[in-house]
């Protein structure tokens, strides 16, 4: 097991000490750790071979690939800052992949609500609101090929500390933190993943509303969670034009935001002949949405 950005060690020890053969590491170096920490901190990165100055954004060659590997509430310094640990977990998602052996697990633990996953979503008005504040981990592992596919309860089995770039370490308590298994996309189903939305706008007079979506549902594929009918007004010109919203998101594999527009790209490249209809051109060549949340 290899353990990311483990500020006073005192995880990797826990882990050592039950028998686990982890690689230790810490963005500190031995010095820092006395001067943030204490005298046995320094010790713990003695007897555990620590490596240094590893960043877990960029950690290198560290030897062989790893079965786990494992970064507990990872936060940038300072105050809370929602874009700067979202960008923390796209750069750590996009660098550790290449570290995990064939069915390996990277694992990352984070306080309840941080990671916009659809289990700690709450339900209602309240649920927009609450993904829009979160660290949204599933869209950063669909963006470099991952899926989170598994999120379980995490009772942190050793001394928690962090010093967020502050001069001295201070203790501090996870509230209802949740350990996330994140694995490469194909290896397992997700248990949360982002989805996207775009409308399909064009004019015709008559239209069957089951028709429409049966054959945009088919143009999508797979990755089509539900397509429903979004808008009708007839023009000043007599024209009537038609809104037919179409929501991707799947579980067997990561969809990334490039993804998903390619699917909406391939749709209105063929949806005129598909459906005999005219596009609202002016509507056309938009981006797919920024990601959400799993459609409840």
């Known amino acids: 097991m290899l353990c990311l950005g483990d500020g006073d060690l005192s995880c990797s020890a826990a882990l050592a000490d039950a028998g686990v053969d982890v690689t230790a590491t810490t963005l500190d170096t031995r010095d820092d ?31 062989d690939a790893f079965d786990r590997v494992i970064f507990n ?45 659809a289990g700690e979503l709450p339900n209602g008005q309240a649920r927009r609101t609450a993904w829009k504040r979160s660290w949204q981990l599933d869209v950063a592992a669909a963006e470099n090929g991952l899926v989170v596919a598994e999120a379980v309860p995490f009772e942190p089995f050793y001394d928690t500390r962090g010093h967020r770039g502050e001069q001295h370490a201070r203790a501090f308590e996870p509230k209802r933190a949740v350990l996330h298994a994140l694995t490469v996309s194909g290896a397992a189903a997700a248990a949360s993943a982002p989805s996207y939305k775009f409308e399909v706008q064009f004019f015709k007079d008559l239209v069957d509303d089951g028709a429409v979506c049966e054959a945009l549902r088919r143009a999508v594929g797979g990755l089509a969670h539900s397509v429903r009918r979004a808008d009708r007004y007839e023009r000043a010109d007599g024209r009537i034009s038609h809104a037919f919203e179409v929501t991707l998101a ?13 699917v909406r790209q391939a749709v209105e490249a063929e949806v005129e002949e598909l459906l005999g209809v005219r596009l609202r051109m002016e509507k056309t060549g938009r981006l797919v949405s920024k990601a959400l949340p799993w459609p409840k």
């Open 33 to 63: 750790l006395a001067r943030k920490y204490d005298a046995d901190t320094a010790g713990r990165f003695d007897r555990l071979c620590a490596i240094g100055g590893v960043d877990a954004t960029a950690p290198g060659d560290l030897g």
């Open 73 to 117: 509430f990872p936060h940038v310094a300072g105050k809370q800052n929602i874009g700067r640990n979202r960008e923390l977990l796209h750069a750590l998602c996009g660098a550790t992949g290449a570290l995990l052996a064939p069915g390996g697990e990277l694992l990352i633990a984070l306080d309840g609500g941080q990671s916009g996953c």
């Open 250 to 262: 799947t579980r067997k594999a990561s969809l990334s935001r490039s993804r998903a527009d390619a």
